[in-house]
């Protein structure tokens, strides 16, 4: 189980393997109008749990693709993963935050931990709508920068939407 340095904030953050137990609870924090709004690019029926079981059972069974469950206090807080996106040079970061863990920089720990200690390769990718000012900070205050823009058609929004490009440079 990665943990964060002790110095990251109030709480204990962790990450660990994504077990079966948790999908459950991703499935509940999914269902949050205003978070599946900010995140846009959404399965087409949040509420549709036998097709959030499928999805999720196919990416765990995914070799390529890399998840953890983020752990606050013991408790889960949501997920963060690398997967590969056919429009994407490279692998892309994705995260999802139960409500009831933003602002408490619970998103930043996160993605910084995977980035640090389960994720070591360069460059990453990351997309997020161009108006989620939340996740752009995220993303920024690790080390993504804005290298381009997309717009697609947004499930969550019923519309198109834009959206930012973002790129983790490799180091040097």
Known sequence: MERAPANAKSYD?????????????????????????????????????????????????????????????GQ?????????????????????????????????GALALFLSQVVKTRPLYARAAKDNIGSLRVLEKCGFQRVGEGKGFAN????ETEEYVLKLPEEG
């Open 13 to 73: 953050l962790r990450l660990r393997e994504v077990v079966e137990d948790d999908l459950p609870i991703f499935f509940e924090y999914q269902l949050d109008e205003e978070a599946n709004y900010m995140a846009a690019f959404t399965s087409k029926d949040p509420s549709d749990r036998e097709a959030f079981m499928r999805h999720w059972h196919r990416i765990l069974g995914d070799e390529d693709t890399i998840n953890r469950t983020i752990l606050v206090d």
């Open 156 to 159: 969550a929004r019923g519309a």
């Open 76 to 108: 889960v807080a949501g997920s963060v993963a690398l997967y590969r996106d056919e429009e994407m040079d490279g692998p892309e970061v994705t995260y999802w935050i139960g409500r009831l863990y933003w602002g408490r920089g619970v998103a930043t």
